[in-house]
């Protein structure tokens, strides 16, 4: 079971292990939500299920820590790209096969990514994960921390906006009959695109100040949980404590629970933690091949190559300079013909 916390009668509330669900995490910064999120997600790996983090923040590599930021008692699931990479962001392509097909969780780290590159590969990264043939064998989850820069309702980031959103609507539509769950983690409701919202299962809720975003979760709750009388609950929501949450959750049939978040086991970084060191993975079990033995084949390819250039340089020279030499040597004994006939 995937625990959340405990409500306020000290009993915990606990999500079943069915990992192709959507669940929407909401609450403005410093609320506790990519805190929960972390929690929900120490669990999902935990219970085996592979789990894709797309992180445009720089905050998920925390999960290499214990709580304590001890950077030896965390969870060993490698960080790609990024301040704190094992190795470098790989193609979207091969990241999403990895995911599925091989069952492998990254951190997929694009916080160094520039807005217009960080876009298309997410959607290159979403498309694959729908492309024919790419099916996982068991239910694997996929998390967009800072949800709006993925699946934004309105405004454009880059060109690859629109490509980007569309892949990730595509994902959180008919992803669930492929066996793919998805964490949505966003400060605003209002600014995540009401398709996918709307979509979610369950959705847990922290602390919620603008009337937009109130007015968005009110639409939420129309369109999954009629019936539930919410409006003094997200009253409430405009000034609840870190770490304390509401979760509407037809779908596992929670009903709408009051819960505090149970600690994490894993680090939750801060501004000043940024810098720290966490301890390197020596083999990345990303890479369907060993990282250090695909370097050696592509170094030694690079070796023929090169090689292969540089003998190929010297022949020619070679074979010129003996040109060179038959020729001149043709052009002296023509010089030494003519003057002994003119004798």
């Known amino acids: 079971m995937i625990l959340l916390g405990d409500n306020p009668q000290g009993n915990p509330i606990l999500l079943p292990i069915e990992a192709d669900q959507k669940i929407a995490v909401v609450g403005i910064s410093g609320s506790g939500k990519s805190y929960a999120a972390g929690r929900m997600i120490e669990d999902w790996l935990a219970c085996g299920v592979p789990v894709g983090i797309l992180d445009p923040v720089g905050i998920w590599w925390g999960l290499r820590c214990g709580a304590e930021g001890n ?11 990024g301040m704190h990479a094992d190795n470098p962001l790989p193609e979207p392509e091969a990241a999403a096969y990895a995911l599925a097909r091989l069952g492998q969780s990254a951190v997929f780290d694009l916080s160094e990514s520039k807005m217009e590159d960080l876009q298309l590969w997410a959607a290159r990264f979403g498309e694959t994960l729908m492309g024919p043939g790419n099916v996982p064998e068991n239910p694997c989850r996929i998390a967009l921390e800072e949800a709006p ?3 934004p309702q309105s405004g454009s980031l880059s060109k690859h906006n629109k490509r980007c ?4 609507c595509h994902l959180a539509r008919v992803g669930r009959n492929r066996g793919y769950g998805m964490d949505i983690i966003t400060q605003r409701a209002a600014a995540v695109d009401k398709n996918v919202l709307w979509m979610c299962g369950s959705v847990l809720l922290f602390r919620t100040a603008a009337q937009t975003d109130r007015k968005a979760l009110l639409g939420w709750v129309a369109e999954n949980a009629a019936g539930v009388d919410c409006d003094k609950t997200l009253k409430e929501l405009s000034d609840a404590p870190v770490g304390v949450a509401w979760l509407w959750s037809p779908t596992w049939g929670g009903g709408f629970t009051k819960l505090t978040v149970a600690p994490r086991r894993t680090l939750h970084p801060n501004a000043r933690q940024r810098s720290q060191a966490i301890a390197p993975l020596i083999y990345n079990p990303y890479s369907p091949v060993s990282p250090s033995l695909w370097d050696g084949v592509r170094q030694a390819a690079n070796w023929v190559l090169r090689g292969s250039l540089v003998c190929g340089g010297i022949v020619l020279a070679w074979y010129s300079l003996k040109f060179l030499l038959c020729g001149l040597g043709m052009l002296f004994l023509l010089s030494c013909i003519t003057k002994g006939k003119r004798r």
């Open 71 to 81: 950077p030896n008692a965390g969870i060993q699931i490698p960080i790609l790209g």
């Open 149 to 151: 820069v993925f699946i």
């Open 165 to 168: 959103r569309y892949a990730f």
